[in-house]
């Protein structure tokens, strides 16, 4: 059952996510909180499961505790996001921040954290492998967020209040946004490793889950926002940003797959 239930819990969190375009107005905001849930049990399970209490512990120290502070700081001071606040549609808050919104930085650090691991596996051990995989971790959550914010803001969870300068097809989300995320990002994948100990630097089969996660990701959100939520730039942005990390790993594993056993 403990090698089943990342795989169960990923199952759930992919019908929740079918059905996300399906509804509107107040169930598609709970529905999005359910999600985030779901997401956040799926990589910390995964964590703990695979890893032990001090990995689980590490990623939930430095990405929802890590999340909460940044998010706190930003919308207090405009630091490193932007000027920006939250509706109401998510949930209760805590310093003007959702609680659910800290979630969802853990939920796709871990397997952004775990594809970066599988790319760079078999560069020489020592400090250019270290940096590769922070900065390919750093890439594949920030890319992440081309995505979700997009979708977000258009569904009035949280607004800037000056949107300005904004990448092309995408008003409403200044460019600050997302070098706050790199920000963010690059200390978050620092800090992990040393925290959660060397267990982080290996792969192995029941790191498929997560492998499954990120990929399901990328392409269920390229077609989302292509099809089903009307945002074809997001689905042009999100699609080059997280393709440096997806396609990658998903070329990996089908050749790994092919290969004799």
Not at 147 to 160: C, I, K, N, S, Y
Not at 177 to 193: D, E, I, Q
Request: include cysteine; aromatic fraction near 10%.
């Amino acid at each position: 059952m403990r090698r089943h239930l990342p795989w169960l819990l990923l199952g759930t969190l992919i019908l929740a996510q079918i059905c996300y375009p399906l509804t509107d107005g107040t169930t598609r905001a709970r529905l999005t909180v359910a999600t985030v849930l779901l997401g956040y049990l799926l990589s910390v399970t995964h964590a703990l499961l695979t890893r032990g209490p001090r990995t689980a512990v590490a990623l939930v120290t430095v990405a929802t505790g890590g999340g909460f502070a940044i998010e706190a700081l930003g919308v207090a001071t405009g630091f490193p996001f932007g000027t920006y606040d939250y509706s109401g549609q998510l949930g209760p808050k805590l310093a003007g921040v959702p609680l659910i919104i800290p979630l969802a930085w853990t939920w796709m650090a871990w397997p952004a954290w775990l594809a970066a691991v599988r790319l760079t596996g078999r560069l020489a051990p020592g400090g250019p492998r270290r940096l590769a995989r922070i900065a390919l971790a750093t890439v594949g959550l920030a890319a992440w967020d081309l995505f979700l914010d997009p979708q977000m803001v258009a569904e009035g969870h949280w607004r800037w209040l000056d949107p300005t300068p904004a990448l092309p097809g995408l008003p409403g989300i200044p460019i600050s946004n997302y070098l706050g995320w790199l920000l963010f990002a690059v200390a978050m994948m620092t800090a992990l490793r040393p925290l959660a100990g060397p267990d982080v630097d290996r792969t192995g089969p029941a790191d498929h889950p997560m492998y499954a996660l990120y990929l399901w990701t990328y392409f269920s959100s390229v077609l989302a926002h292509a099809v089903f939520l009307d945002l074809p730039a997001s689905a042009v942005w999100g699609g080059v940003g997280m393709a440096v990390t997806a396609l990658p790993l998903a070329v990996l594993l089908a050749r790994a797959r092919r290969a004799p056993r």
